[in-house]
T-cell receptor, first 115, second 111 residues
């Protein structure tokens, strides 16, 4: 069974630019989560999508946005990039709905460097 | 949200059991304890989870105290590939899937 995939693996952008990161969940999973892991910091929750809708978002400015497509893949968009946006961006997927107990399976991440 | 406390680092000899503690004294009755690990520069990997009973799978065992205020993850025979940051997470009830990852425990397995 294929795991969560993300693209690209590495990306270098300059300040002020916009970036789009992509994630494909495990087959059968309808929920997709996005996390940011800056160097030396823990994972910070960004966004949660389920069945095409945004269910929750973390404490990030509106220039971080995303969407989920009918095939449950997802995009994370970051506008007006700032230097502190440099981080590993991780996508995870899980079975959807609102069960109390389910695991999140993570992809390998996209390393974004903003110069 | 229930908060977890873990030691920042731990060393373990290869082949020995690694016992990773986690305190979650404010855990509520319907919150689960999850363990994930993150090997350097990779995405986190699910290990195990539990509510009140001890759990075991092919990777590890999870021991939860009777009052649920703490738990221990046991890697029965640590290998060099188990070197990673281990996160103990309490599943929040209002998070709709949002995990809160703390700083974790850096485990280094030595030959």
């Amino acid at each position: 069974e294929a795991g969560v995939t993300q693209s690209p693996t590495h990306l270098i952008k300059t300040r002020g630019q916009q970036v789009t990161l992509r994630c494909s969940p495990i087959s059968g999973h309808t929920s997709v989560y996005w996390y940011q892991q800056a160097l030396g910091l823990g994972l910070q929750f960004l966004l949660w999508y389920d069945e095409g809708e945004e269910r929750n978002r973390g404490n990030f400015p509106p220039r971080f946005s995303g969407r989920q497509f009918p095939n449950y893949s997802s995009e994370l968009n970051v506008n007006a990039l700032e230097l502190e946006d440099s981080a590993l961006y991780l996508c995870a997927s899980s079975l959807g709905g609102t069960p109390l107990v389910y695991e999140q399976y993570f992809g390998p991440g996209t390393r974004l460097t903003v110069t | 949200d229930a908060k977890t406390t873990q030691p920042p680092s731990m060393d373990c000899a290869e082949g020995r059991a690694a016992n990773l503690p986690c305190n979650h004294s404010t855990i509520s009755g319907n919150e689960y304890v999850y363990w994930y690990r993150q090997i350097h520069s990779q995405g986190p990997q699910y290990i195990i989870h539990g509510l009140k009973n001890n759990e075991t799978n092919e990777m590890a065992s999870l021991i939860i105290t009777e009052d649920r205020k703490s738990s221990t993850l046991i890697l029965p025979h640590a290998t060099l590939r188990d070197t990673a940051v281990y996160y103990c997470i309490v599943r929040t009830t209002d998070s709709w899937g949002k995990f809160q990852f703390g700083a974790g425990t850096q485990v280094v397995v030595t030959p």
